[in-house]
């Protein structure tokens, strides 16, 4: 999202993180209504459109948004009145954004109980479990199987096992696609948690398992690369063949073996 989507986007979260404040764990409401409406945004072209179109008088698009939501809180529908008033460049971007604020609130609502890195470190664990299991990762994200059959696997996975909070983002990120891999959305959700963290987040892979000595200096050498927290998620996987893979954002670090050795059979062919 870029441009004036990207400024739309981050007004309206100044605009709505008092709010979530003051709402501490009710924000969990106010987020999954967001993402009710992101779910009818993406099953109507023609809503996207409406409420989206930059040819249209603002009003008169937040007038429509307090008709159909209705039974919604007032907050959220306030929240989206002011969205609908802004200019986007696309009306993808709005339903984005309206998925980014939802997420935003069920994450304020973890905060506001203090169980935000609670949150953050099971949304890794689960996606650290299904590293080496393509089956499941697979029926997660196969857009072809009923949501509620993905949802009904996902609660065997986690139910009774994790936070209200990651339960229920969880269950998003397999019900509602949205053209993503489930353990992608879990990472992104994970990148949000740390973000409201003041955290980044290094998805660090290794051939074997870091001791809390090589842990610690890591994580100082990327504090002072990017002048912020980090949060490290390693995840062992033999396969690289030693080394390690980091990833901060859209950074990459490749030290493994089975990299270099990529790097050395590209040079032989060229």
Known sequence: MRGTSGASLKAAQERFEPVLRAAGADALALGEQLLTLVSALDD???LRRSLADPSREGEAKAAL???????FDE??????????RDRWSDDADLTDAVERLGVD????SAEARG???AVEDE??????????????KQALSDATTAPERRVALVDALVAGKVDAVTQTLVQRATSSLRGRRFVQTLGWYGEVAAERRSRLVANVTS???LTREQEARLGAILQRSYGKAVQ?????????VGGMRIQVGADVVDSTVLSRLADASRRLAG
């Not at 949304?123 to 499941?136: C, K, M, W």
């Not at 490290?232 to 690289?240: E, K, Q």
């Open 105 to 108: 609130a069920v994450l304020a």
């Open 115 to 117: 169980t935000l890195e």
């Open 65 to 71: 948004v307090a008709r159909l939501l209705g039974g």
């Open 207 to 209: 051939a074997t398992v």
């Open 232 to 240: 490290l998620n390693v995840t062992v996987d033999p396969a690289v």
């Open 75 to 84: 907050r959220v529908v306030d929240l989206v009145s002011g969205l609908v």
């Open 123 to 136: 949304l890794f664990r689960i996606t650290r479990s299904l590293v080496g299991q393509r089956e499941a």
């Open 44 to 46: 109507s072209a023609a």
